[in-house]
């Protein structure tokens, strides 16, 4: 690249984009330099911030798409996932929201995922996925990925997808609910968390003999899974796992 290939565009990333930057670049306009005319989309995730974290753009004033090629001058603002602003009819840069939350985890979050499942959410999960498999299960089965990986939610056939900061779970939980509408779609204890199959109730004499002798003493409400058989019931179990998300997703009711 001589000196005369040389452009510069200044770009501006907003609120929680900021994540993925150095602390130079954070809140504040910078530099980025190229070479020939760049997709926008390249531009942005070569400068780390993934596709699926991005709603709008704007250059010069005006709303573009991905496919918009950058050119010498140009003024770059970028905007994550809006929630509750309606930012039409300004371009967005994703397919429409999907009508159904669903959500495939990677290896790291596995506490996470089995908390969304305990609130009902359906969520795929395996131990040992591959980010191959994460990729193909979110596009197949349109599922939003959930990742500390940041490179998975660059790749471009991941359409909704969302880098989870924290390390710790309850914090993720709260994250992601923070990030995501999920309210509407709470349906607590209602799925395996083993294996995100659906619960189902049943007699108390068809699982007897799978029960503990003290459990089946004291208890008579019993759900299974339709899945892989795993069989629950509201134990001192059921309380503690009430307790330990009652204040992260406040506003949902979590049964009796």
């Known amino acids: 690249m001589t000196v005369n290939d040389r452009k510069t565009a200044e770009f501006r990333f907003y609120e929680e984009l900021n994540d993925f930057l150095p602390l130079a670049q954070r809140k504040v306009s910078f530099s980025y330099r190229f070479s020939g005319t760049p997709a926008v989309r390249d531009a942005v995730e070569a400068i780390g911030v993934p596709h699926t974290e991005i709603e709008l753009i704007v250059v010069n004033g005006e709303s573009v798409g991905w496919d918009y090629r950058l050119r010498d001058g140009d003024r770059v603002g970028v905007f994550p996932v809006f929630e509750s602003l309606d930012v039409a009819p300004a371009v967005r840069l994703r397919e429409a ?35 191959a498999e994460i990729v193909r299960t979110s596009a197949e089965e349109r599922r939003i ?37 999920l309210a509407a779609s709470v349906k607590p204890f209602s799925r395996c968390m083993v294996c995100n199959g659906m619960l189902e109730w049943v007699e108390k004499q068809t699982v007897l003999a799978r029960l503990p002798r003290k459990t089946a003493a004291y208890y008579d409400e019993f759900y299974r899974c339709g899945d892989c058989g795993k069989v629950y019931w509201k134990g001192s179990h059921y309380e503690h796992m009430k307790k330990s998300v009652r204040g992260i997703v406040r506003g949902v009711n979590l049964g009796s």
């Open 145 to 181: 990925v959930l990742t500390r990986d940041r490179g998975i939610l660059k790749t471009k056939q991941v359409t909704h997808g969302y880098w989870v900061r924290s390390s710790r779970p309850e914090e993720q939980l709260r994250e992601v609910f923070g990030r995501f509408d």
């Open 97 to 131: 929201p999907l009508r159904h939350t669903r959500f495939v985890v990677d290896v790291h979050l596995g506490k996470l995922a089995r908390l969304l499942r305990m609130l009902g959410l359906d969520t795929a999960y395996r131990r040992d996925y591959s980010d």
